[in-house]
């Protein structure tokens, strides 16, 4: 859960979420405003990288990324 | 995260499908490419009908119409992903084999499917096979292991030390 809570702050809280779902590897994410997004914040909370295109992001956490965005999902 | 215990024995990885296999960094998905999940190949599949089989002893911890992670005894845990974006079908064209949380030795079948549809559809079906988390030390000794060109499902692929 703190590693949720830490994407979801690196990536500009929840008011900044537009979309979330998993992929087996990363979140594909749609945020409102892609400027609010800290990158360096995603990599200390232990992403293995961030692809950005726009306000689609996508950000690998591995395999465990079922759960990290269910916990991402009761925060929201 | 880094939960590995010793391991005492190389990790044989064979290709889940039949086709031509690449250097991963010749995926057409930088997340692969880049190893940002981990080292491995990438294995462009023969058009036409095909199955997807396990490539390790383990077992099926996570399985998704279009990708699959098998964690073999040791605790390693090797990522198979059918195509690129391919999340983005839904399921569709893809027909499930075996169960979560089975217990799969290499070469089981877990999923049948057809690259060409997944062409047809406008996306890559290249499959990405990735030694998930591997250490530095394994990611040099892999890359040198990968057996590229012609594989059929179940040849070697490549070593994970």
Known sequence: ME??????????????????EPCITRLRTVVRDAA????????????????????????????????????????? | MNTRIVRARPLPVVAPVT???????????????????????????????????SPVSGILVKLKPHAFVVTAEDGRGVLVHLGIDTVNLDGGGFVLLAEE??????????????????EAAGLSPVCPVIALDADLTAVRALAGSVALGAVSAGDRLFTWA
Request: overall charge negative; hydrophobic content about 50%.
């Open chain 1, 3 to 20: 590693k949720a809570q830490a994407i979801l702050a690196a990536l500009g809280g929840a008011d900044n979420i537009m979309e979330i």
């Open chain 1, 36 to 76: 609010k997004i800290d990158e360096s914040a995603l990599k200390a909370a232990g992403v293995h990288g961030v692809m950005r295109a726009g306000t689609v992001v996508q950000v690998v956490v591995g395999p465990d990324a079922d759960t990290v965005c269910m916990d991402i999902e009761d925060l929201l």
């Open chain 2, 19 to 53: 086709g031509r296999a690449i250097a991963l960094a010749d995926v057409p998905d930088a997340v692969f490419a880049q190893n940002m999940v981990g080292p491995g190949a990438a294995i462009d599949p023969a058009r036409g009908p095909g199955v997807v089989v």
């Open chain 2, 101 to 118: 949380g089975s217990v799969v030795p290499a070469g089981t079948p877990v999923i049948r499917w057809n690259p060409a549809e997944v």
